[in-house]
C-alpha cells in the first residue's frame, strides 16, 4: 500500500513491481498549491485486495499533497486503466459524480483518477489518506449507526483477511 508520499515514490518503481506499467506519474497540482482537506472518493471496480469489499462505496477521505495530479505518458491511458479496471479511487461531486473540476478534484487528475491497483491487486497506492479517517471519531460528523470503526477501517480488515 502506498499513500501519497508512498504513492508517488511506488509509482517511480514501475519497473520493478510486476503489473504496474499503466501506473501514472504524480506531478504538481493543476491549483499550484498544497491542498488539505476532505474530499469525496469513489471505490471502483478493480483487483485491489485492500477496496475489494468497498466497491461502489462514496466516501469522505482526508487528503494532503501538493503533487497528486496523476498524469499518464499518453492521453488516452487515463481510460484505458479506467476501463481495464486498474483504477481503484476516482474524485467524485456531490452528486457522485466523476469530476475533473477544482475543488471536488483538488489536483486536477483526468478523470478524477486518485488510486490505482497492480494487474493482480497485490500492489495499491493511491493520493488520498484513507489511514487518516479509519475510525469514527476521525470525522466532524457520522451517522448515527456507525460503531467505532469507520468505514476505511474495512480496508485494513480485508488486507489482514488476504494474509490469513
Not at 64 to 76: K, L, V
Request: glycine residues 10%; neutral net charge; contains cysteine.
Amino acid at each position: 500500500l502506498g499513500v501519497c508520499n508512498g504513492c508517488q515514490m511506488m509509482s517511480q518503481l514501475t519497473g520493478i513491481i510486476p503489473g504496474c506499467a499503466h501506473w501514472p506519474q504524480f506531478l504538481r497540482n493543476r491549483s499550484e498549491q498544497f491542498e488539505a482537506r476532505m474530499s469525496m472518493v469513489e471505490v471502483l471496480p478493480s483487483a485491489s485486495l485492500f477496496l475489494a469489499a468497498m466497491v461502489g462505496s462514496r466516501l469522505p477521505v482526508a487528503l494532503a499533497h501538493g503533487e497528486g495530479r496523476a498524469t499518464f505518458s499518453e492521453p488516452a491511458s487515463a481510460a484505458a486503466t479506467l476501463k481495464r479496471q486498474l483504477a481503484c479511487l476516482r474524485y467524485v461531486d456531490g452528486n457522485g459524480q466523476p469530476s475533473e473540476r477544482y475543488p471536488d478534484n483538488p489536483n486536477g487528475s483526468a478523470l478524477g483518477l486518485a488510486g490505482f491497483c497492480s494487474e493482480d491487486g497485490r500492489f495499491t497506492i493511491m493520493m488520498p489518506h484513507p489511514e487518516r479517517v479509519f475510525r469514527t471519531v476521525q470525522h466532524s460528523w457520522h451517522p448515527a449507526g456507525w460503531d467505532e470503526d469507520g468505514p476505511w477501517m474495512q480496508m485494513f480488515y480485508s488486507a489482514r483477511a488476504w494474509l490469513n
